[in-house]
């Protein structure tokens, strides 16, 4: 790959084509579905009510057939003494995944640097790693490294910290080529506007030329979306509206915000909402 001026480095996962644009937003972004795979009462709401089984091999069947670009298995497990039962989950699906795959961590840095570097061991195929922070990079980089897999790296709403942490994977032997950046964007605290802000930012100093930004992004915008109590809830005004269509919008919303901000992949967690998506900027 090219690190020349006004452009976002171009990733060729698996005959998808992720970044590469010369502008933004792009006009065709990718989807990842989201779907836990360990504890499947951990889900949303959103995602029960669209599947109606708890059978994964059903729920994987059905994301095959969706529109997404990307299957997202996340290991949403909560103890650390889980991860072997995680590793034999994935060496029995991988199988029935016909679809590019990008496997997730739980988001506890305590497991997740045991977990994903166990996971990459299991895996026949190029992934997409979600994902490496400030203190998991070094557990997680270098099992990356030995299977060229692109990993999610993860930083605080914050241009410097996402710069310093693209630089400290490269010292590990990361591409620069195989990574996606997550900025982090919250529902709450500094919201939707402060990280929008943010990818904003990064976005163009990528388009400037800055080797260490002009990596493509990756939202999950859309899952941060899903927690809120306004997208959870029954226990509201009937004014509301249907808890389901409520929490639909949500999704679209968070999801067409981060398009128009330069989102390269786009995590969301109801297959028809990818194709809404697809439907309105494709």
Not at 53 to 68: F, G, P, Q, V, Y
Not at 70 to 94: P, W
Not at 244 to 265: H, M, P, Q
Request: proline share 4%.
């Amino acid at each position: 790959m090219s690190d020349s001026l006004n452009h976002i480095r171009e990733i060729n996962f698996n005959g998808i084509k992720i970044g590469g644009e010369n502008s933004f937003p792009i006009l065709n972004p990718v989807y990842v579905l989201n779907i836990p795979v360990c504890n499947l009462n951990d889900n949303f709401e959103i995602s029960k009510s669209y599947y109606g089984t708890e059978d994964l091999s059903k729920i994987l069947e059905i994301a095959n057939k969706s529109d997404c670009d990307i299957i997202g298995l996340r290991f949403n497990i909560s103890e650390v003494e889980e991860i072997s039962y995680a590793a034999d989950m994935i060496k029995s699906i991988l199988p029935s995944i016909s679809k590019p795959l990008m496997v997730s961590g739980s988001g506890s840095d305590e497991t997740d640097r045991i977990l994903l570097p166990e996971i990459i061991e299991c895996i026949d195929r190029r992934i997409i790693v979600n994902g490496a922070n400030e203190n998991t990079y070094k557990d997680i980089i270098p099992s990356a490294v030995r299977g060229n897999h692109i990993v999610v790296l993860k930083s605080p709403i914050d241009i410097n910290l996402a710069k310093e942490l693209n630089i400290l994977s490269t010292e590990l032997g990361q591409s620069l080529d195989n990574i996606l950046i997550d900025t982090d964007i919250g529902g709450l605290g500094y919201g939707l506007e402060y990280g929008y802000s943010i990818m904003e930012k990064i976005k163009l100093e990528g388009l400037k030329g800055d080797k260490y930004l002009n990596m493509p992004i990756i939202s999950f915008a859309c899952s941060e979306s899903l927690k809120t109590k306004e997208a959870k809830t029954e226990l509201s005004d009937k004014n509301w509206g249907d808890l389901d269509i409520r929490a639909k919008y949500f999704e679209l919303t968070s999801a067409s915000a981060v398009w128009a901000c330069g989102a390269n992949v786009i995590v969301m967690n109801y297959p028809p909402d990818i194709t809404v998506m697809k439907g309105l900027v494709q």
